[in-house]
């Protein structure tokens, strides 16, 4: 099952699977190690979206996180 | 992984040589480049960008070498300015950049894999480096080790960890480069696909190494940026059979694509891939699941509700502080400029020199100086948050109000600093990354309502605002100050929304930003930078305020008045003391008076006499000089300065009519004029220094001034419509 970012839930770790953005923002997501593939943790999602990837924090904006499309793995607590 | 020999070299050291700093944001790059140089630093921005140059010295072995801190990148794809200049002084082509003998590669061990993305790119340009792992503190704290001798093993290069907010981080890092030298890398080591791999040796041999003057090693990785991007558009070379360039670009895409390869993330994926096998062996993490400090404190201050609250919170202690911490030492700074100028005054001989002297340069220099205090203590907190992680925060939780607005959730810190001084705010919105935001966040910052215009408002609402209870505890006086605070705001908030349309807008940039873990900052690196910033604004804005004093001394002192023996048995006649009354005679006539009263007529229908024009114009100067300019067109006694001013403001009549001369609309007006007008030429001088061009503060100028006018007007029309008519 494939959804935005935007619909996860705290807590929940998700697996990258499609940047749906423009070239430029697809760019900046990988150079952060936001990658297809890439496995991360949702750390706030108040609207706007905290995701843990690896090491790297990243706040993400709703605009943007509605063109993260992510696939959930396992739910966290 | 295959090990690897390394081929260390320790002679670069012996010669002085230009040895550049080179990783991500807010990996400790700034605090190593402090504690190396201390206070031998300069800087400056980069010529026709506004990316900030840093570089200075450092002494290794008895032998000066130069040190360059280049901004910070997330790679070398080069689509910002500041990334792009890493890139070209890399490969040793940009012209205001020195190219580096070697690097010093800081790379964040809290997050590994993020920085080797970086650099992996920048080994693939062959240049003799030193690996430097920071935030080795936070790693341990997240359970992540890391075996430096491992991770040198695999990429071929000598690697140190240090804790850079350590007294010894400098010593450290130079002990490593005597003792392990620096290695150059090798090329390609990521292991890129057999069809990536061909791809970039085709771009390179059919087109890069003929059209272009780009280095041998720097031509793979342009190779790789093109393929991922495809255009040209933002190259910086002049390539010439640009056509043909795109065709094989197109081919050699569709040739990836066939294989099975996504051109656009092909590099980026497998020099992840590489990162995270080559890791296995050197990076052990402890499986954790207890919450950091990082996020319980992020539950709360990035919070939809209690983030909004505590940002606003945080900014009240913070500004209240700086009012009342800075207050002595301007005070302080007040004193010892009315001490030197009498110094000088009583030194010298009387006559033009003396005057020069003291009313002009040392007058005009001490009214930027005494801004000082606040502009340090403002950046001490600004570097302080930053260094704690806060910032980031900051923007995050305000981004969407700002965005509304068209402006950016990095916008928020500047115009808050705009409180206190339009100077450091401008100086601040060096962290908003798109240009287009910086630019409008600049041009709307002086709307923001400065402690320079207080003492206007003061005495204003003072002389006119009748003194009446409206509700509870608040005054019509209190309202009216609290009103044009809000006022400033409102018009910032309009004005972005306006330019926000008339600007070329391009994409708007969505908020993505990279949230630092919480630590505690550097103390020395945030007061070493706070001065820095001391520093550029008294030189930068200081050489221009000296020539403006000059030149505004001269036309206030010029034409010479010379009492007639009539005029001082007026005086006497008058009970006035001649002394006053022939400053007063001497402003009159000067060429500030002729002028004054030549513009009467425009500023006129504003409700201004000519005596506010001159204010008007000398408070061109610096806003508060408003207020002493009045003082001295009415020559009052300087004990009783702000109550002998507003008497004479309230008692003043016209001749004619006999009626007051001064009303609540004057009052009204004069205040919305002075919240709206660009009254201050510091401000400007800053401004030419950021955007690096007179265009954009005669823009502002020129705007501000139009709307300061239409508004004073209709405020005044209004005024005596509507209250006193």
Known sequence: MIVPLTTTKIGEQVRVSCLNCTSEDTCRLQELGCVEGATGTVVSNQKNIILQVGECRLAITHPLAMNILVEPVSKKK | MSNQTINVQKELLRQPSTIALVGNPNTGKSTIFNALTGLRQKIANYPGITVERKMGTTIINGVLHKIIDLPGAYSLNHKKADERISYETLIGSYDHEEKPDLLLMVVDASNLERNLFLASQVMDLQIPMLMVLTMSDIADERGIRIQSQQLSNVWGVPVISINARSKQCDVQIKQ???????????????????????????????????????????????????????????????????????????????????????????????????????????????????????????????????????????????????????????????????????????????????????????????????????????????????????????????????????????????????????????????????????????????????????????????????????????????????????????????????????????????????????????????????????????????????????????LASFPTYEPTASDLADMDANGQTSEQMISTLQLNQSYAGTFGQWIEPAIEPLGFDWKIGIGLLTSFAAREVMVGTLNTIYSIEETEEQLGLIERLRSETDPETGLPKYTLATALSLMIFFAIAMQCMSTLAIVKRETNSWKWPLVMFGYMTVLAYFSAWITYEWANTFLLG
Not at chain 2, 329 to 349: K, N, R, T
Request: proline residues 6%; hydrophobic residues 50%.
């Open chain 2, 176 to 554: 490593a480069l005597v003792e392990q030298g620096v290695a150059t890398p090798k090329p390609f080591q990521w292991n890129p696909s057999k069809p990536l791999r061909q791809a970039v040796e085709r771009l390179d041999k059919e087109w890069l190494s003929e059209h272009t003057q780009l280095p041998e090693r720097a031509r793979p990785i342009e190779a790789l940026r093109l393929l991922a991007e495809g255009s040209l558009e933002d190259s910086f070379y002049q390539y010439s059979e640009e056509g043909k360039a795109k065709k094989l670009i197109e081919e050699l895409q569709n040739t990836l694509e066939a294989q099975g390869e996504n051109p656009t993330a092909a590099e980026v994926v497998q020099r992840y891939r590489f990162i995270g096998d080559s890791s296995e062996g050197s990076v052990t993490k402890e499986q954790r699941d207890e919450q950091t400090w990082t996020d319980r404190l992020d539950n709360v201050l990035t919070h939809r509700v209690a983030g909004p609250v505590i940002f606003v919170l945080v900014l009240l202690v913070m500004f209240q502080s700086i009012f009342s911490w800075a207050t002595p030492f301007m005070d302080m700074i007040d004193m010892l400029f009315i001490e030197f100028g009498a110094f000088v005054g009583s030194s010298l001989p009387a006559g033009l020199l003396n005057s020069l002297l003291v009313d002009g340069i040392i007058a005009g220099l001490g009214g930027v100086v005494i801004f000082l205090p606040q502009i340090i203590f403002l950046f001490l907190f600004i570097y302080f948050l930053e260094g704690t992680g806060y910032m980031a925060r900051a923007a995050f939780v305000m981004d969407g109000f700002m965005t509304k607005v068209g402006l950016h959730g990095r916008s928020v810190v500047p115009l808050m600093s705009g409180f206190a001084c339009a100077i450091p705010g401008i100086m601040a919105t060096r962290t908003i990354e798109n240009w287009r935001d910086r630019l409008i966040t600049i041009m709307i910052l002086p709307f923001m309502a400065c402690s320079a215009r207080l003492p206007v408002y003061a005495v204003m609402i003072a002389a006119f605002v009748p003194d009446k209870r409206v509700i509870g505890f608040l005054t019509l006086q209190g309202l009216v100050f609290f009103g044009l605070y809000l006022f400033g705001i409102v018009m910032a908030v309009g004005s972005a929304a306006v330019m926000k349309r008339i600007f070329p807008t391009g994409k708007p940039t969505p908020f993505l930003m990279e949230l630092p873990p919480y630590k505690w900052p550097n103390v020395s690196s945030v007061v070493i930078q706070s001065l820095e910033r001391g520093k550029i604004f008294v030189t930068e804005a200081g050489k221009i305020i000296v020539a403006i004093s000059i030149i505004l001394w001269v």
